[in-house]
């Protein structure tokens, strides 16, 4: 990778820090305790490395062929790495991603639910879950509906489940700080404490709103490189 493209990477990682802590400042949050998912999604693996040299270690992926193809390389040459399953999760790739995550955001069904508390019985372990809220009411996207999630968040947790937080994508013709209203308002109904929302364009929006988790990609590694089938 040119050493130009290099360093592109390098002062964006530094500049999207920068501007949360500053929005920690700004919004009164707890210095420190926003986590930074870097999307490494359709990212080549020489960009995920730059940033992992800088010694960041907590990452994103959407899908779980992509993330079983380099993730467990990288743990193996890098320690301490967190990653998390911020795409929607087929039943049959539910194994691999409680194997491979330390976190899934995605928790969107009842099926699923119960597919994860099975599995989480047979391997012993459980990574943390959030539940995802079609804050939107979007039909083409996933995501249980705002006015079904604490009920369904009480399933989950009466099957022992670890489910820390919700997640939300907010539309895109919409203002996104209405969403990120709604869903700590959920949050609260269901005695939770953690929010995954906010991503490049609008994550210090997210952080006023108490976002513990953002989903920072392309604002850090550059536009996502495209595979041939895509």
């Known amino acids: 990778m040119a050493a130009l493209f290099i360093f592109d990477i390098l002062m964006a990682?530094?500049?999207i820090k920068k501007r949360i802590h500053q929005a920690e400042v700004n919004f009164s949050r707890p210095i420190g305790t926003t986590k930074l998912i870097a999307v490494s999604k359709v990212q080549p693996n020489d960009r995920i490395?730059?940033?992992?040299?800088?010694?960041h270690r907590i990452f994103g992926e959407n899908r779980i062929q992509e993330a079983q193809s380099k993730w467990p390389a990288f743990k193996e040459k890098?320690?301490?790495i967190e990653l998390h399953i911020i795409g929607p999760l087929q039943?049959?790739?539910?194994?691999?991603?409680?194997q491979l995550a330390d976190s899934i955001h995605t928790l969107d069904r009842p099926k699923l639910?119960?597919?994860?508390a099975r599995?989480?019985?047979d391997l012993g372990k459980c990574p943390e879950l959030f539940v995802q809220v079609n804050t939107g009411d979007e039909p083409q996207k996933s995501g249980v509906l705002p006015k079904e999630t604490e009920l369904f968040v009480k399933e989950c947790l009466n099957m022992d489940l670890p489910v820390k937080g919700l997640m939300c994508i907010p539309p895109l013709n919409e203002e996104a700080s209405l969403h990120f209203a709604l869903l700590k308002k959920i949050s609260e109904n269901c005695g939770l404490s953690q929010l995954s929302m906010g991503m490049s364009g609008d994550f210090e929006k997210a952080i006023s709103f108490g976002a513990t988790h953002i989903r920072v990609g392309s604002a850090i590694f550059?536009?996502?490189v495209k595979s041939p089938e895509q």
């Open 49 to 55: 490395e730059t940033v992992l040299d800088q010694g």
């Open 78 to 80: 890098y320690e301490d």
């Open 222 to 224: 550059g536009e996502r």
């Open 113 to 116: 639910a119960k597919n994860v």
């Open 13 to 15: 990682l530094k500049d």
């Open 119 to 121: 599995l989480a019985q």
């Open 91 to 98: 039943s049959n790739k539910t194994r691999v991603a409680m």
